[in-house]
């Protein structure tokens, strides 16, 4: 069992940018050679902008290469609640913005040539209870009113037709959801950055952000130091100490996945007939989808810890049992991968998008960042380049983590809180 996301595994790296000369001069600097940092240095770039993107480990090492490679639908507060938080207009309008992002991808794929298996095939959610059915009705109701969108409600006795398991109650499909598997996605946007002049530095950890007198930065790397305009951070669940205002609103939580070896034909049909991007609601939730070589890759907050080996390992166990459970005919798959990774929440489950003494951000994707890191990091680019941009989240208030300066020693809280709720929801 490899200790490494298959993603990455089962990618070809675009390139060896370990030592890569680091710039003494550039318009802009990134922090992350993630989605967020890759897909806004390819658009600075197309606009002619000098582009460095800095990271201390390697092209899509953090969240981009070690999440569900899932693109889909819907806000992670859920539609009926971001109504109430913030309006019907402004609610449904930040549900559609998760469409365009997936659409951003689909453009990007198309635009430059990434043989990444992108597949629209939909986003299958997961219902624990009949109470859990009535609520996608609700939604299902919500939407075609207000937005004229169209969503489909499984009932139990056709959820076969969806997945093959007895354990759901039902389910609703959004046809729009899509799979892309993020390691070849990742390579494709450092290959077609690199293609329009970026440059990418591996190995560079970036110690400080120091603010010069007249404007602009010294951003200081553990391989030298550049001159820059201007500055975006896109660190997502790995920010840390660099930009402890950020730190602070930043929650770091483990989500760990194991993939099975390769599945007969016959058996991955019978478990995602339809191949959906599926996930259950609970808060402690699973999610899995197959891979394009017909593995099961099985997700979940299996554990409320920072990844490493030995908690990768025993969130590994917890999972196969978890698959097994849903699946009982998988209980004597071969486990070939696990890995675990860390998702970037925030204490309103809301993206925050914008800039602060000078450096510009975008994080707090809360388990949602393959599609809106991806168009996210398109909108900063134009944003700092003084360009018609979107940012939904501009405005948003970005509340503190009561007590959070530095490790994250409240995840057990968390913990026991989301077992709470999933207990009585």
């Given at each position: 069992?490899?200790?490494?996301?298959?993603?990455?595994?089962?990618?070809t790296?675009?390139?060896?940018y370990r030592?890569?000369?680091?710039?003494?001069?550039?318009?802009?600097?990134?922090?992350?050679?993630g989605?967020?940092?890759?897909?806004?240095?390819?658009?600075?770039?197309?606009?002619g902008?000098?582009?460095?993107v800095?990271?201390?480990?390697?092209v899509?090492?953090g969240?981009?290469?070690r999440?569900?490679?899932?693109?889909t639908?819907?806000?992670?507060?859920?539609?009926?609640?971001?109504?109430?938080?913030?309006?019907?207009?402004?609610?449904l309008?930040?549900?559609?913005e998760y469409?365009?992002?997936i659409?951003?991808?689909?453009?990007?794929?198309?635009?430059?040539s990434?043989?990444?298996?992108?597949?629209?095939?939909?986003k299958?959610?997961?219902?624990?209870?009949?109470k859990?059915?009535?609520?996608?009705?609700?939604?299902?109701e919500?939407?075609?009113?207000?937005a004229?969108?169209?969503?489909?409600?499984?009932d139990k006795?056709?959820?076969?037709?969806?997945?093959?398991?007895?354990?759901?109650?039902?389910?609703?499909?959004?046809?729009l959801?899509?799979?892309?598997?993020v390691?070849?996605f990742v390579?494709g946007l450092?290959?077609a950055g690199?293609?329009?002049?970026?440059?990418i530095?591996?190995?560079?950890?970036?110690?400080?952000?120091?603010?010069?007198?007249g404007?602009?930065?010294?951003v200081r790397?553990?391989?030298?130091?550049?001159?820059?305009?201007?500055?975006l951070?896109?660190t997502?669940?790995?920010t840390?100490?660099?930009?402890?205002?950020?730190?602070?609103?930043?929650i770091p939580?483990?989500?760990?996945i194991i993939?099975?070896?390769?599945l007969?034909?016959?058996?991955?049909?019978?478990?995602?007939?339809?191949?959906?991007?599926?996930?259950?609601?609970?808060?402690?939730?699973y999610?899995?989808?197959?891979?394009?070589?017909?593995?099961l890759?099985f997700?979940?907050?299996?554990?409320?810890?920072l990844?490493?080996?030995?908690?990768?390992?025993?969130s590994?166990?917890?999972?196969?049992?978890?698959?097994?459970?849903?699946?009982?005919?998988?209980?004597?798959?071969?486990?070939?991968?696990?890995?675990?990774?860390?998702?970037d929440?925030?204490?309103?489950?809301?993206?925050?998008?914008?800039?602060?003494?000078?450096?510009?951000y975008s994080?707090?994707?809360?388990?949602?960042?393959?599609q809106?890191?991806t168009?996210?990091?398109?909108?900063?680019?134009?944003?700092?380049?003084?360009?018609p941009?979107?940012?939904?989240?501009?405005?948003?208030?970005?509340p503190?983590?009561p007590?959070h300066?530095?490790?994250?020693?409240f995840?057990p809280i968390?913990?026991?809180?989301?077992?709470?709720?999933?207990?009585?929801s």
């Open positions: 069992m490899k200790l490494t996301p298959y993603w990455l595994d089962t990618a790296p675009s390139g060896d030592r890569t000369p680091v710039p003494e001069r550039a318009d802009i600097a990134i922090v992350g050679a989605f967020t940092g890759l897909s806004a240095a390819l658009e600075a770039a197309q606009h902008a000098s582009v460095v800095l990271d201390s480990h390697t899509g090492w969240a981009s290469g999440n569900g490679g899932m693109a639908t819907g806000l992670a507060i859920g539609l009926g609640k971001a109504i109430k938080r913030y309006g019907q207009a402004r609610g309008e930040m549900f559609s469409n365009q992002a659409d951003t991808i689909e453009e990007l794929v198309k635009e430059h990434i043989d990444c298996d992108f597949q629209r095939s939909g299958l959610t997961l219902a624990m209870n009949a859990q059915v009535g609520q996608m009705r609700q939604t299902q919500t939407l075609a009113k207000l004229d969108y169209s969503v489909t409600v499984v006795p056709d959820l076969h037709s969806e997945i093959g398991t007895d354990f759901y109650a039902g389910g609703m499909v959004d046809p959801g899509a799979g892309v598997h390691g070849k390579h450092a290959e690199t293609r329009a002049g970026v440059t530095c591996e190995d560079a950890q970036v110690t400080e952000l120091a603010a010069r007198p404007g602009g930065h010294a790397t553990t391989r030298g130091v550049i001159d820059v305009d201007r500055v951070v896109a997502s669940g790995y840390g100490s660099l930009t402890p205002w950020l730190q602070r609103r930043t939580v483990g989500s760990f993939v099975t070896e390769p007969p034909l016959e058996t991955a049909q019978r478990i995602l007939p339809r191949n959906r991007q599926a996930a259950d609601n609970k808060m402690l939730t999610y899995f989808r197959l891979t394009p070589d017909n593995r890759l997700g979940g907050r299996a554990r409320f810890a990844s490493s080996p030995d908690s990768d390992l025993k590994a166990e917890i999972l196969k049992r978890a698959m097994s459970t849903l699946f009982p005919y998988l209980s004597s798959a071969r486990v070939d991968y696990t890995w675990g990774g860390l998702v929440l925030t204490m309103d489950q809301m993206v925050h998008a914008g800039e602060r003494n000078g450096v510009h994080l707090g994707y809360s388990g949602h960042g393959v809106m890191a168009y996210m990091g398109k909108q900063m680019a134009l944003s700092m380049l003084g360009k941009s979107r940012n939904l989240w501009e405005h948003l208030p970005y503190a983590v007590g300066f530095g490790p994250p020693w995840l968390i913990g026991g809180y989301a077992k709470v709720v999933d207990r009585f």
